[in-house]
């Protein structure tokens, strides 16, 4: 069953899709999280994974990212104009689908050594206006610029996931896919990125999200989607 969005048009199509993780340190324990799952996010819309701790959210995000393999189904992304199942990519075609189409904030920052943390979101850009963008980004997200040229590495957590939010917004794909990005934030930057969000939104893109701040996902979520629906069944 898939969920009709109502506006725009299909960014993500996910169908039957189904996902088991194997403990190989484990003897090989097999543990389902989620079977037959489906559902739609259209260009402009936020769609935002719901359900308790542990019903696959993350794990069902990180499949669209291309970071965890699918067992069974379809993950179809609008890519160069056609739908493309990256479940059937090779790593080099999901490369290009994940620089082109994807942008992907999640709850870390993949900081690399040395880089400032300016140089490190202009990088994410494209154009000659990227490192205008990312001063833009670090400022409206209240980054004190003198850590512009710092390294992230010794940032505080909201520091950094502040950083890894203006790397995953600069970005201007089809798709975004947030990973409680305001977990470490105060109410000031909260209230940023839920304004970037909409401008996404109102750019055009799709965003697929998890949010555990109701105040967050209420001010920019167009529909949820319970993942416990599909939830395997004791034969999984
Ligand atoms: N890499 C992995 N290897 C093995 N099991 C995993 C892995 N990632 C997730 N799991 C398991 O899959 C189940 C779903 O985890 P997932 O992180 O997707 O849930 P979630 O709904 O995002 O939870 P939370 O809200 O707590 O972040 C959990 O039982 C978890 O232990």
């Given at each position: 069953m898939t969920t009709q969005?109502?506006?725009?048009?299909?960014i993500l199509e996910v169908e039957g899709l189904a996902k088991t993780f194997t403990m190989h340190l484990r003897g090989g324990v097999r543990l389902p999280v989620v079977a037959d799952a489906a559902f739609s996010v259209a260009a402009g819309e936020c769609v935002v994974l719901g359900g308790?701790?542990?019903?696959g959210k993350s794990s069902v995000l990180k499949i669209v990212a291309g970071t965890y393999a699918a067992n069974h189904g379809a993950v179809r992304v609008r890519h160069r104009g056609g739908m493309v199942d990256?479940?059937?990519?090779s790593a080099r075609e999901m490369g290009a689908v994940r620089r082109e189409t994807i942008a992907d904030v999640t709850q870390f920052l993949r900081a690399i050594p040395r880089v400032p943390a300016i140089d490190l979101v202009a990088a994410a850009g494209t154009g000659e206006t990227a490192r205008d963008e990312a001063a833009h980004l670090l400022t409206r997200l209240n980054?004190?610029?003198?850590?512009?040229?710092?390294?992230?590495?010794?940032?505080s957590g909201g520091e950094k996931q502040r950083v890894n939010i203006a790397a995953g917004f600069i970005r201007r794909t089809p798709l975004l896919l947030v990973d409680e990005p305001t977990a470490s934030l105060d109410h000031a930057n909260r209230e940023v990125v839920v304004e970037l969000i909409r401008e996404k939104k109102a750019a055009g893109t799709a965003v697929l999200g998890i949010f555990h701040d109701r105040d967050v996902r209420d001010a920019v979520c167009d529909r949820v989607v319970d993942v416990t629906k599909f939830a395997p069944g004791d034969a999984a």
């Open positions: 969005p109502t506006g725009g048009a299909t308790p701790s542990g019903a990256t479940t059937r990519l980054l004190p610029e003198r850590l512009w040229s710092l390294p992230p590495a010794t940032f």
